[in-house]
């Protein structure tokens, strides 16, 4: 397994949060979905805006409201063809709700709240496509409210940069790493630190330019050197 640097601790997420809730405000989670309709969600919403797949889970959701018709359609493609891998993400969501109406016809997911979070994991995650992303999306996003961390490219990259993994870590060593460093976080505090770390990934840390003038965590960033000279580190 990948390891941590040595600062990784509690008191750092604290620190991070801290300073991105003086930068963004507080993030309140929003409306939660049944949990199958957030792993259908998150299913389709990789490496895509979020209004782009909010939009395609919408369209999805009008022609078949009912789970077992959508397991069984065959124009997903079309319905999410505004989506990154449109075609990839339509066959692993047919496979992954056809598997679920193998076990769970009714498509209730709420049993996953009685395994605790790795058990229910690892159920999410024997099905077709679904990684730890999106795993610990329908487990903490959903009506279940259970404490995952949501690890997305735009977090990964900060974790990467900032420090707290190496920078060939991968989603899965992220979101172990994570969840050892901030023990007894709530799913509402994990959620808020995912929105909070996402907004500085889609506004300073982005992926093709770094400003880091502006990060409010510039000052503890291991990637700093990479981005700009040292006499710019901002006060604070």
């Not at 505004?82 to 066959?91: L, Q, S, Y």
């Not at 460093?181 to 500085?200: C, I, Q, T, Y």
Request: aromatic share 8%.
């Amino acid at each position: 397994m990948q390891m941590a640097f040595s600062f990784w601790a509690t008191e750092d997420m604290e620190w991070l949060r801290d300073r991105l809730r003086r930068r963004f405000g507080r993030a309140e989670p929003s409306c939660a979905r049944a949990p199958i309709g957030q792993l259908v969600k998150s299913l389709i919403s990789g490496r895509t805006r979020d209004e782009v797949s909010l939009g395609a889970y919408r369209r999805l959701i009008d022609v078949y409201p009912r789970w077992s018709d959508m397991a069984a359609a065959a124009d997903l493609e079309r319905l999410i063809g505004d989506v990154t891998f449109p075609d990839v993400k339509a066959h692993h969501l047919g496979k992954a709700l056809a598997a679920i109406a193998i076990h769970r016809p009714d498509f209730d997911l709420t049993f996953l709240g009685n395994l605790g979070v790795p058990r229910a994991l690892g159920w999410l995650e024997r099905l077709p496509g679904v990684g730890r992303k999106v795993s610990a999306s329908t487990l903490n996003f959903s009506t279940l409210r259970m404490p995952a961390f949501v690890v997305d490219t735009h977090i990964l990259r900060i974790l990467c940069r900032f420090g707290f993994v190496r920078s060939n870590a991968d989603t899965r060593t992220a979101y172990d790493l994570t969840m050892a460093a901030v023990p007894g976080w709530s799913a509402g505090d994990l959620a808020e630190l995912h929105v909070l770390m996402k907004r500085l990934g889609q506004t300073i840390c982005r992926a093709d330019h770094a400003d880091c003038r502006s990060c409010p965590i510039s000052r503890r960033c291991r990637a700093l050197a990479d981005f700009r000279g040292p006499a710019t580190v901002p006060a604070g």
